[in-house]
């Protein structure tokens, strides 16, 4: 982390291609003086002209296509979270369910796609990365069909388990599809795609509580959640149109449609080329290193130092995402603005709405700051953010409840709760833990931090009602606000800045000195040989 510091945009050769050790071509992998001379050398080489300029505007819009479709899945999983906080309270008068069953719908969604996410590494290297984003659709249309006509608890818990296991898939496979189609100079904002998606429906699903809630209390429930059907339907439109990872192509030797996929992604041939042939230098390390899956996921289980490094960031990140309480604040909503003295149903729900609009706003600023301000100063001021909201929430629901102002600092908090968590560590952390892991690693790494992030969903989920009987609600906000102040030491500890950076020099940010001493000498190396070129030819 000491030592490194960013090459500009990550422009010129070693763009973003993600791969998985240091390589001749990327630049700016070693220390300080060591690439920036490179830097200078590359950027007066490939100065910035205004045919490069057309070139990279419509490559853009191409790239951001293929990162929408992409993101698709993810509105699956907004929508879920979204209109559960309102059905909950029709099929609880529908289905005569308890608290406890109550709990165990809303939460298990989150423990099961664990499943889903912990296949999903495997199944993308398999089969993938395009053909797993249609596989997570497939499932989680498969398991919403079944809720929108379960007659039981029993049946409705049958396709929550389907649903979950769907959106397990769809949560990991996202951001790494994106980043390794992405360039280095947008791939923060593109990576947070997937996080816009979640917020957008996330105020779908409460937008079609409020919609939905005048109809008898046995179909209201059901219509709100038939409707998550209907992304599906894009989805596998999208499947005609965006390409395959063109690493994940370069892994099965399939070279001609990885460069067929580059030409359309990245700005000029010179740069396909030197793209390539980096991601085949990373996919040759990732086979002699990776003779078979059960050596990937030895090497995360028992890890070197970087390694370590990098999964204490990723899986850390991701962790804190979800135990600062953001499910609970969208899941419960209802009964948070319940307790703070908002009656009767419509009310409630329409008081979710604004919740949902907020964050929703808040993802495309996030979106526009995240590759001009910075992951680490977002997260900064995300997480301070949160920590204040949460204390101000526990506050006003212990000294000022059932009263005008309570309600009013009530939806007040609550939604700067969901602003601060949408600029910041909510789309950053699927930024970080798609981009800090080498290609050997990352659909196994990415999956082990969605494993993470879907855990600690599931555990605040199946127990936020029965932790605010014990200690009250305001109580449980206090507790997440001391988990919240926590994450903000955690960010500055362990989260390096990894903006501008290309994947390689990402990878030096977490190795030690003598591993980064390594990468130098690799690097002269290189140099050595560039200046030889022209002579023995």
Known sequence: MVGVVASGNGNGNGNGNGNGNGNGRGHGIGIKSAYTRMDSQIS?????????????AAT?????????????????????????????????????????????????????????????????????????????????????????LAPSFP??????????VGIGFGVMIAPVYIVEIS???????????????????????????????GLP?????????????VPSVFIGLALFFIPESPRWLVMQNRIEEARSVLLK??????????????????AGIASATSHEQKAVWRELFCPSPSVRRMLIAGCGIQCFQQITGIDATVYY???????????????????????????????????????RVGRKPLLYVSTIGMTTCLFGLGLTLSLLGNGPLGIKLAILFVCGNVAFFSVGIGPICWVLSSEIFPLRLRAQASALGAVGSRVSSG???????????????????????????????????????????????????????????????????????????????
């Open 155 to 164: 049946v409705l818990m049958a396709g929550r388990l389907l649903a979950g």
């Open 333 to 371: 909503s209802p009964t948070i603005f319940k307790d703070a003295g908002i009656k009767g149903s419509a009310r409630l729900l329409a008081a979710t709405v604004a919740v949902g609009f907020t964050k929703t706003m808040f993802i495309l600023v996030a979106i526009f700051l995240i590759d």
């Open 60 to 148: 853009s819009k191409y790239v951001i296509v293929c990162a929408v479709f992409a993101s698709l899945n993810s509105v699956l999983l907004g929508y879920d979270v979204g209109v559960m906080s309102g059905a909950i309270l029709f099929i609880q008068e529908d289905l005569k369910i308890t608290e406890v069953q109550e709990e165990v719908l809303i939460g298990c969604l989150s423990i099961i796609s664990l499943l889903g996410s912990l296949a999903g590494g495997r199944t993308s290297d398999a089969i993938g990365r395009k053909w797993t984003i249609a596989l997570a659709a497939f499932v989680f249309q498969t398991g919403a069909a079944v809720m929108v």
């Open 459 to 537: 555990a605040i989920g199946m127990s936020f009602l029965s932790v605010s009987r014990a200690i009250t609600i305001a109580g449980t906000f206090f507790v997440f606000s001391g988990i919240s102040a926590l994450s903000v030491a955690f960010v500055y500890m362990c989260v390096p800045e990894t903006k501008g950076k290309n994947l390689e020099e990402i990878e030096m940010l977490f190795k030690n000195e003598k591993e980064r001493q390594g990468g130098e000498l690799e690097l002269r190396d290189v140099e050595h040989l560039v200046l030889k070129e022209p002579s023995s030819s």
């Open 265 to 282: 992604t990245n700005v000029s041939e010179r740069e396909v080329e030197d793209r390539l042939v980096e991601i085949k230098e990373a």
């Open 217 to 229: 209390k046995h179909i209201n429930w059901r219509i709100m959640l038939g409707v998550g059907i």
């Open 183 to 213: 360039p280095a100079v947008a791939r923060g904002s593109l990576t947070s795609y997937p996080e816009i998606s979640i917020n957008l429906g996330i105020l779908l699903g409460y937008v079609s509580n409020y919609a939905f809630s």
């Open 44 to 56: 007066n080489e490939d100065g910035v002209a205004p045919c490069h300029i057309k070139a990279n």
